[in-house]
T-cell receptor, first 114, second 115 residues
Framework: AQSVAQPEDQVNVAEGNPLTVKCTYS??????LFWYVQYPNRGLQFLLK??????LVKGSYGFEAEFNKSQTSFHLKKPSALVSDSALYFC????????????FGKGTRLSVIA | DGGITQSPKYLFRKEGQNVTLSCEQN?????MYWYRQDPGQGLRLIYY???????QKGDIAEGYSVSREKKESFPLTVTSAQKNPTAFYLC??????????????FGSGTQLSVL
């Protein structure tokens, strides 16, 4: 069975500082990994995904994520945080089968303080 | 949220009542999904459908029912058997991308509360 863990419920960072939101996964075979962001009372928005290729994936709004197979991690990063980045972030994983639904982590709330 | 419409935005259920949440998409996506979001628990899959007239149970299907009579529509009924229905419900749709990983598009959600 596939699963994903986001070990931090909350991450606080000062505006302008780098941010990292952690994610580890468990899946049979090569993973498909995703990050989504949710603003209050809204649906989720896609940020980026890793399927294959370069371990560093660049996405929307200046976010990037690094796939590390040996550590089974897919941490979300941004070099300089903005107050507007404050939101709930979800990591998701699926296995290589084309029909397998995404499994989401519990989410990490990011607060960027001015 | 473009292309997927969930209605209503807020819904209240009385004891013993069935209620139906609407989800419509105009993205021509094959797959549609229903997730339930509770604080601190992330998103849990209720039901999903890969094609019309076919659907599968997710992790927490008990007390819910769905139908997929049209590609564009995937309504979710919360039955009276669901004893703890208060939650934020998210509908999503997707299509195959690249090597087969399906990127999901989400609606803006329905907040269901019990009166």
């Amino acid at each position: 069975a596939q699963s994903v863990a986001q070990p931090e419920d909350q991450v606080n960072v000062a505006e302008g500082n780098p941010l990292t939101v952690k994610c580890t996964y468990s899946v049979s075979g090569n993973p498909y990994l995703f990050w989504y962001v949710q603003y209050p009372n809204r649906g989720l928005q896609f940020l980026l995904k890793y399927i294959t290729g370069d371990n560093l994936v660049k996405g929307s709004y200046g976010f990037e994520a690094e796939f590390n197979k040996s550590q089974t991690s897919f941490h979300l990063k941004k070099p300089s945080a903005l107050v507007s980045d404050s939101a709930l972030y979800f990591c998701a994983v699926r296995g290589p089968s084309g029909n397998t639904p995404l499994v989401f982590g519990k989410g990490t709330r990011l607060s960027v303080i001015a | 949220d473009g292309g997927i419409t969930q209605s209503p935005k807020y819904l209240f259920r009385k004891e013993g009542q069935n209620v139906t949440l609407s989800c419509e998409q105009n993205l021509n996506h094959d797959a549609m999904y229903w997730y339930r979001q509770d604080p601190g628990q992330g998103l849990r899959l209720i039901y999903y459908s890969q094609i019309v007239n076919d659907f599968q149970k997710g992790d927490i299907a008990e007390g819910y029912s769905v139908s997929r009579e049209k590609k564009e529509s995937f309504p979710l009924t919360v039955t009276s058997a669901q004893k703890n229905p208060t939650a934020f419900y998210l509908c999503a749709s997707g299509f195959p991308t690249g090597q087969g990983a399906r990127k999901l598009f989400f609606g803006s959600g329905t907040q269901l509360s019990v009166l």
